[in-house]
């Protein structure tokens, strides 16, 4: 599909102004926004991706901010813009969180941050959750079974670094299957001051009691529940990498 940019400073007219400061803004908000924009060199955005706000298509939302696709120079990115009625006052902290799960490999890269913007890689891809329904054909055994164990690795790297997710038991928006890198998307509820149970989180998310689990199992058989809780339980209480490949192996991953 094309990708058509605008440039930002049309941004503050209406309906993209709404976007800019989602729900209800000033126009000073709104042009302090643009400002930012401006000044992290982000020179237009394009309004497209799976949701709707209005009559706007963004990328995503959620409870801190909107994502929308932006150019960076000549470089497509993602930046999430935070919301005027979020209880977060800024969002450097969130962009902090992504810093440290890019230090194993995991999450998109972050670019830059500012009080209201986070810019981050933008990765052109599918959600988890709908690319597991749409997943058919020769070889979705194996191409399933390497996805859930890639996001699985990340789970174990961010527990080991002490980094909680804090949504991974509704996985299926918080995993993007990408065209150049599949991983863990989302990091506005995450936390280094709680016990992180990624792998845990992930595993129940995927395997136990969930949308997505019943289409994994019509791709393949998985264990029984009592099975996976005992290696849950087992990996919870000891989270080495020892007690992590046996889940891995009762998973048949």
């Given at each position: 599909m094309r990708?058509?940019f605008l440039?930002?400073?049309?941004?503050?007219?209406k309906?993209y102004?709404i976007?800019?400061?989602?729900?209800?803004?000033?126009?000073?908000q709104v042009?302090l926004?643009?400002?930012?924009?401006?000044?992290?060199g982000?020179n237009?955005?394009?309004f497209?991706?799976?949701?709707?706000?209005g009559s706007?298509?963004?990328?995503g939302k959620?409870?801190?901010g909107i994502?929308?696709?932006?150019?960076k120079?000549k470089?497509k990115?993602?930046?999430k813009?935070?919301?005027?009625?979020?209880q977060?006052?800024?969002m450097q902290?969130e962009?902090k969180?992504?810093?440290i799960?890019?230090?194993v490999?995991?999450?998109?890269?972050?670019?830059?941050?500012?009080?209201?913007l986070?810019?981050?890689?933008?990765l052109?891809?599918?959600?988890i959750?709908?690319w597991?329904?749409?997943l058919?054909?020769?070889?979705s055994?194996?191409?399933?079974k390497?996805?859930?164990r890639?996001?699985?690795e990340?789970?174990?790297n961010l527990?080991r670094?002490?980094?909680d997710?804090?949504?991974?038991?509704?996985i299926?928006?918080?995993?993007?299957i990408g065209k150049?890198?599949?991983t863990?998307?989302?990091?506005?509820s995450?936390?280094t001051?709680?016990?992180a149970?990624n792998?845990?989180?992930?595993?129940?998310?995927v395997?136990?009691g969930?949308?997505?689990?019943?289409s994994v199992?019509k791709?393949?058989k998985?264990?029984s529940?009592?099975?996976?809780?005992?290696?849950?339980?087992?990996y919870?209480?000891?989270?080495?990498?020892?007690?992590f490949d046996?889940?891995?192996?009762?998973?048949k991953l």
């Amino acid at each position: 599909m094309r990708q058509s940019f605008l440039s930002i400073s049309k941004l503050s007219e209406k309906p993209y102004a709404i976007i800019i400061g989602y729900p209800k803004a000033t126009k000073r908000q709104v042009e302090l926004r643009i400002a930012q924009m401006k000044k992290l060199g982000i020179n237009s955005i394009s309004f497209q991706g799976d949701l709707k706000l209005g009559s706007i298509n963004v990328l995503g939302k959620g409870y801190v901010g909107i994502v929308v696709l932006a150019k960076k120079q000549k470089k497509k990115v993602a930046v999430k813009i935070r919301r005027t009625d979020s209880q977060r006052k800024e969002m450097q902290s969130e962009a902090k969180l992504l810093k440290i799960a890019n230090s194993v490999g995991v999450g998109p890269c972050l670019i830059d941050s500012s009080k209201n913007l986070m810019i981050m890689e933008y990765l052109e891809g599918k959600k988890i959750g709908m690319w597991i329904k749409e997943l058919k054909g020769k070889g979705s055994v194996s191409k399933l079974k390497s996805i859930i164990r890639k996001t699985l690795e990340d789970c174990y790297n961010l527990d080991r670094i002490g980094l909680d997710h804090g949504e991974l038991s509704s996985i299926a928006k918080h995993v993007i299957i990408g065209k150049s890198k599949t991983t863990i998307i989302d990091f506005e509820s995450a936390s280094t001051k709680r016990r992180a149970s990624n792998v845990t989180s992930a595993t129940q998310g995927v395997f136990i009691g969930s949308g997505i689990s019943k289409s994994v199992r019509k791709i393949y058989k998985i264990p029984s529940k009592d099975k996976m809780i005992e290696v849950l339980r087992n990996y919870k209480y000891s989270p080495t990498r020892e007690s992590f490949d046996k889940l891995l192996k009762v998973l048949k991953l």
